[in-house]
């Protein structure tokens, strides 16, 4: 893990100019805005699995462990003085009180001697209880907005989740699987799910045609070591 | 023996019962199994119900007494078949037997029905079986068991429905303890594996009793020859279609096999504009409406075609007694297949089946010939048993749970006397219960959601109703991709608006999203334009008078079998058998031997030269397209790490190609490269297991296993709605599993299947083994003729895993080029 961390320090981090502050982005998925030394996650969708165990589904129980694992990494790297998650922190809003002891206690170390707020999402429209950290409708950055759904029409300084964006890449003639990606034109974010379990929603699909101009979007897709900037003539629907 | 009814019957029908058919009566009588191996037209199907029907005749029955005869066969359309056949007799004789057929087709108010009031024979399929099994009423139904015929053995064993009708049937032989089985099965490489299936060890008899028709008149094989230019690569064999028509028109009804649905198409096509005489020739593939289909059988069976143009779907099935020609487009690939669909022609034992084989390149030129040969001598390749999957498995426990509640220690004892499963621990049968309880992972948690709890009388039950409910949703061992209708558009307003026309059949998802609206592509014997997704339909509309953009609509591509590719090696190897062949191939084959080299059966050749500024390796191992594809992509991991700085690969059923900047004739004249090293057993190590980790083709595996398992639930038409923000992608699950537990049930159960099935990992460690110290390399100047045609095949075939970083960097690069170049 540590050494994936060094190699991937090796690439030069795609930064993103919105509103005047300075994002690097990440290729797990999250912004770090330096600044002001927050880093930014969305939709971690923890207790997933067992959200889905309740209708007998019984997904593997370790999505939360690995969610926070990955986060885990993150802060190790960039040593951040915030942590913001952009909403559907958590799948369900009972999803809370079904971690386990274990992951509550990662939970907790991560967010030992920094700040850590929670904005409110669809999935998670309470705070999670005992769960440490602060609880937030929305929030101001500098001259960035941080909400769960972006709003409909511009909304230049905006950084989103909700929409799970992913991109499928035309590459030799044919297209790619789908990644998840960042979509932004420049003046806002829309970031991609951060958890081990978080579907996607193709970037060509009509919800990102609300927020962004007719061939303005970037997908930055992430790759397995690095982030590339794909335009939209560039990106394939479903 | 038989009853004076029965014999007056065959006597007015100037018949006498044969040998096989009494045999058959007589081990049921002495209440033993019995396999009975017969070629088509030895009337099977007869043998198997005699003994039933001369029960039933001499000790008629009431109503609803429950059913007597339990009739399995892999096919919808043969249980239907059969009920016909059967119906005959029956009313001839007056008999009174009750025969119902019960299908997905069956109306709800009739499985209903034949529930509470069971006809004597009833003729079903193995899900439905499976689906019985699961019912509260099943003891019931079938506690009056007392015989069960299995059609098409030989179709169903090796397979995952094979291994899921063995459990049924335990179960059914546990409700049901005088039941005998009998099996009906073509000609098999190893009858003791069936005769093995159809017992229960635990009875007494440890292999079915053999009846085994032998003969037939031996089947009549060629193979094509023509004068035209034969196509390098390539698997349509559109040169061929002329004489393909030709061969129609001199016989009464064709069958036309394809290897894939794309080329049938392609085929069906190119005989239409050939075709002068309007003959009636119809279109008949997995991806088709079933309407359409069963048009196309109902034409067939009233002798209304003159050909068909198929695929895998019609290698069984009714007898169609006016067949008298076989066309097999393409190499067989394998001897029991070209056997089989040879078998289609001609159903009556004293006269010979008849198949053309016409070679679609130059080196199915040589493959037909080793099929030809295999075939003639009655060889047989089909696919071994293979130990039971853990998948269907878990499956049926749950099922068993929704029949009723069942004891561990009971069920592991019925399970593992179906012999798919004989070999089964009980400590893996513990944690199938646990994965089906609770997912059976080492973190506990799931407790309180179980689907079934072991209460205090030691009995498994389920939790409540909701679990049998969806377990029914979810019944059935074959899981398709997702498949997507297509529909012809209407109008040509706006995406969104339009109107949606007739469906033509569907595709799988996987091939619309290699498509951009505008692109064209040919399917139901037309070539369409792809106009949008709406919803999930697939808007087409007719282009007229087109080459289609995109032929490649492949489905069912089968690898080379071993039979066949070492008849191809030995045929290579020895010159004095070339005179069979073409001049144009003895002609390529000649230039070859020369040039290069043409390897012994037992060695590998290895051939490295350069070309267009890059360096070649194509390896000659005739291991069929999925071992070289493993192959292909363990060699070039290696390949990377001797700084060869590998490209790409490209992997046909007999050779795999390389390719990369580094020169490898050179590297390997200086020792930097050994090509003894590089092809060496041990990379079926850590490499392997790193691959496989990382590999689209084990996460497709995994998402099957799944599945069947009843980890996620199947995805039907119209709970498709859900946003795909919600829709768990089962290749994140297998990376949190691999993850956390890498020796879960379902991983286990998903490299088993791979190392069979898409890895074809048993053929990688024999060709490695083999390989071993026998390679032959031969550096070149230029490329040898027997690498044209895998050079061919370089840019059509798919790229996986690995690559996607380089390709995604190509992308943004290609683009950002194009959009900052020069105007």
């Known amino acids: ?238 | 023996m038989l009853p004076e009814r029965f014999m007056r019957w065959f006597a007015g029908r100037g018949w006498t019962p044969r040998p096989h058919q009494l045999e058959l009566l007589a081990h049921a009588r002495a209440g033993r199994d019995s396999l009975l191996i017969a070629p088509t037209g030895a009337g099977k199907t007869l043998a198997g119900f005699l003994a039933t029907l001369v029960e039933l005749a001499a000790a008629p029955r009431g109503e609803s007494e429950g059913v007597h005869t339990l009739y399995v066969s892999p096919l919808k359309a043969l249980a239907v078949d059969v009920a016909r056949n059967l119906e005959r007799p029956v009313t001839e004789m007056g008999l009174g037997v009750r025969i119902e057929g019960r299908t997905g087709d069956t109306p709800a108010s009739r499985r209903q029905r034949q529930k509470r009031q069971p006809p004597d024979i009833l003729l079903t399929t193995p899900e439905q079986v499976a689906l019985l099994i699961g019912d509260p009423g099943a003891a019931k139904l079938f506690e009056t068991v007392r015989r069960i015929v299995v059609d098409e053995l030989h179709a169903l064993a090796p397979t995952k429905r094979g291994d899921q009708l063995a459990l049924a049937l335990a179960r059914v032989r546990a409700l049901a303890p005088s039941a005998t089985m009998v099996g009906l099965s073509a000609t098999v490489r190893d009858p003791d594996e069936l005769r093995r299936w159809l017992v229960d060890p635990r009875r007494g008899q440890d292999l079915a009793d053999l009846v085994e028709v032998r003969g037939g008149a031996a089947p009549i094989i060629e193979v094509h020859e023509t004068d035209e230019r034969l196509p390098w690569a390539g698997h349509s064999a559109a040169h061929a279609m002329p004489a393909v028509y030709e061969a129609i028109r001199k016989h009464r009804t064709t069958l036309v096999f394809c290897n894939t649905r794309a080329f049938a198409e392609l085929a069906f096509q190119e005989l239409w504009r050939i075709n002068d005489d309007n003959l009636p020739i119809a279109l008949h593939h997995g991806s088709l409406d079933v309407g359409q289909r069963r048009r196309v059988e109902a034409a067939m069976g009233e002798g209304r075609l003159r050909a068909v143009v198929c695929t895998s779907t019609l290698d069984l099935g009714i007898d169609w007694g006016d067949v008298d020609l076989v066309v097999q487009v393409g190499s067989p690939k394998g001897s029991s297949r070209l056997l089989q669909r040879t078998g289609r022609a001609n159903h009556r034992l004293d006269e010979p089946s008849k198949a053309l084989l016409v070679p679609a390149n130059r080196f199915e030129v040589i493959e037909c010939e080793a099929a030809r040969e295999a075939a003639l001598a009655g060889e047989q390749d089909a696919e071994a048993a293979k130990p039971g999957s853990l998948d269907v498995l878990a499956q049926h426990v749950l099922g068993v749970a929704c029949g009723g509640p069942f004891d561990e220690d009971a069920l592991y004892s019925e399970v593992t006397s179906a012999a798919p499963y004989a070999d089964l621990d009980r400590k893996t049968f513990a944690e199938v219960v646990q994965f089906v309880a609770t997912g059976g992972y080492a973190l506990r948690g799931y407790e309180r959601f179980a689907k079934i709890r072991r209460t205090r009388d030691g009995l498994w039950r389920v939790s409540n109703p909701m679990v049998a409910q969806s377990w029914r949703l979810n019944v059935g061992t074959i899981v398709e991709a997702t498949m997507l209708k297509v529909r012809f558009a209407r109008s040509k307003g706006p995406v969104g608006r339009m109107a949606g026309g007739r469906v033509i059949g569907q595709v799988e998802e996987y091939f619309v999203e290699t498509l951009t609206p505008g692109d064209t592509f040919m399917f139901g014997g037309e070539v369409l334009r792809y106009v949008a997704l709406v919803e999930n339909e697939v808007f087409v509309t007719r282009a007229v008078s087109e080459t289609p953009k995109v032929a490649v609509y492949a489905g069912g591509k089968m690898p080379l079998t071993t039979g066949i590719a070492a008849h191809v090696r030995s045929a290579l190897a020895d010159p004095a058998r070339w005179g069979a062949l073409p001049t144009q191939v003895r002609e390529w084959l000649g230039f070859q031997q020369e040039r290069s080299l043409i390897p012994q059966p037992d060695q590998l050749l290895v051939e490295t030269f350069p070309r267009g500024g890059r360096h070649f390796l194509i390896a000659y191992p005739f291991e069929g397209r999925l071992a070289h594809q493993t192959l292909g992509m363990l060699l070039t991991r290696r390949l990377e790490r001797a700084r060869a700085k590998p490209l790409g690969f490209v992997a046909t059923d007999y050779a795999l190609a390389i390719w990369g900047m580094g020169d490898l004739s050179a590297m390997i004249d200086a020792g930097a490269l050994s090509l003894d090293a590089l092809f060496d057993q041990d990379m079926l190590g850590d490499d392997l297991e790193a691959w496989m980790a990382e590999s689209a083709l084990m996460k497709r595996t995994f998402r099957n296993c799944a599945i069947i398992a009843g980890l996620i639930e199947r995805r039907f038409p119209g709970k498709e709605k859900t946003s795909r923000q919600v829709t768990m992608s089962t290749d994140l699950v297998y990376d949190v599993l691999r993850r956390h537990e890498p020796d879960h049930l379902l991983l286990r159960a998903a490299r088993a299947d791979a190392a069979r099935g898409l890895i074809d990992l048993e053929r990688v460690a024999e060709f490695l083994a083999r390989a071993r110290r026998r390679i032959a390399h031969r550096a070149l100047e230029r490329i040898s003729p027997l690498a044209v045609p895998i050079l061919l095949d370089v840019g059509r075939e798919q790229v996986y895993g690995e690559a996607q970083d380089a390709l995604l960097r190509e992308a943004a690069e290609t683009l950002v080029a194009e959009a900052m170049g020069p105007r």
């Open chain 1, 1 to 238: 893990m540590i050494l994936s961390a060094l190699l991937r320090r090796d690439e030069i981090e795609p930064t993103l100019s919105i509103a005047g502050a300075t994002l690097v982005a990440d290729v797990s998925g999250a912004l770090y805005e330096p600044d002001s030394g927050a880093l930014i996650v969305a939709d971690l969708h923890l207790e997933k699995g067992s959200s889905f165990a309740r209708r007998g589904q019984f997904l593997p129980p370790y999505d939360t462990a690995t969610t926070l694992g990955r986060l885990a990494l993150l802060i190790e790297t960039y040593r951040p003085r915030a942590v913001i998650a952009l909403g559907d922190s958590f799948h369900d809003r009972w999803g809370a009180s079904r971690l386990s002891g274990r992951d509550r206690e990662a939970l907790a170390a991560l967010q030992t001697r920094r700040d850590w707020i929670w904005i409110a999402g669809n999935h998670d429209p309470e705070a999670p209880a005992g769960c440490g950290g602060e609880a937030m409708a929305e929030m101001r950055l500098g001259g960035l907005t941080l909400r769960h759904e972006p709003r409909a029409g511009a909304a230049a300084g905006e950084l989103a989740g909700h929409l799970h964006p992913v991109a499928r890449v035309a590459a030799r003639g044919r297209s790619l699987g789908r990644r998840r990606c960042f979509a932004t034109d420049g003046a806002r974010v829309v970031l991609p799910a951060f958890g081990a379990y978080a579907g996607g929603l193709n970037v060509r699909d009509a919800a990102f045609g609300d927020l962004f101009g007719a061939g303005e979007m970037t997908a930055w897709v992430l790759g397995e070591t690095a982030v590339y900037a794909i335009p939209s003539i560039g990106l394939r629907p479903d």
